[in-house]
């Protein structure tokens, strides 16, 4: 395949960006989107040129670290796909293809299609965790968890926060993941003696990261590369106004 791709250029974070287009020639169907631009930047590098920096780790769909927003869709156009799992049969020969990073004032470009995500990291110090006593391992079976609530628990935990939610929503929200971070810990025994503080702790640090407030635009769910569903941002809701009262 031949194809043309506008890339999202910018040398750092306080410096002007702009879309600049490289020819991509040779490309296999079967290569992966990430491969493709691996291809691109070995060219680059060979015209003595700066390669493009992205973000990229496993490559296996689930560490999250890739985060492209390609033809204005994060991830791509193939459904519950992170991009480095996007491969070029998906494109046609001659296409022209825009790639972008995540487009959110909490996630500041560092360089090209790299930018901070820290803000999620925060999120997740806030009351992404349990307390447990030290000492030796409990017995496998010392709490008993119902099936329902394990499988709703293991829904929400595949959330790999690689941060396309925030990038889609109109209004930069990350409430999809931090509604699944919550309900992963919160649906389980031994996430109840923090269910209150973590639900109030990690909105509050959602806030100060500078993240949108949620008004149910349904694009996240939409690009989520996990297909993690809009009804745990009603439990979070639930959840918090429970919380609150308490408190």
Not at 86 to 115: C, N, Q, S, T, Y
Not at 189 to 212: H, K, N, T, W, Y
């Amino acid at each position: 395949m031949d194809i043309k791709v506008r890339v999202w250029r910018q040398a750092g974070p306080s410096a002007a960006g702009k879309m600049v287009t490289y020819d991509v020639k040779g490309i296999s169907p079967d290569a992966s989107f990430l491969e493709m631009i691996d291809v691109l930047n070995e060219t680059l590098i060979l015209n003595g040129d700066d390669p493009i920096a992205f973000d990229h780790d496993c490559r296996e769909g689930i560490c999250g670290m890739c985060s492209m927003v390609i033809n204005g869709v994060a991830h791509g156009p193939e459904k519950a796909t992170t991009t480095c799992q996007l491969h070029m049969r998906k494109f046609k020969d001659g296409d022209v293809i825009d790639v972008e990073p995540w487009r959110a004032a909490a996630f500041p470009v560092i360089k090209d299609l790299v930018v901070d995500r820290t803000p999620l990291d925060k999120i997740i110090q806030a009351g992404g965790y349990i307390t447990a006593p030290t000492g030796t391992a409990p017995d496998a079976h010392a709490t008993p968890v119902p099936k329902k609530d394990a499988d709703a628990a293991f829904e929400a935990a595949t959330c790999i926060g690689c941060g396309a939610c925030v990038a889609a929503c109109p209004n930069g929200s990350s409430m999809l993941f931090t509604a699944a971070k919550i309900a992963h810990l919160g649906l389980m025994p031994q996430g109840q003696p923090e269910r209150d503080s973590r639900v109030i702790d990690m909105l509050q640090a959602q806030d100060d990261a500078g993240f949108g407030g949620c008004t149910n635009a349904g694009e996240c769910t939409t690009v989520c590369p996990k297909g993690i569903p809009m009804s745990l941002i009603g439990r979070l809701n639930s959840d918090y106004r429970k919380a609150i009262s308490k408190r």
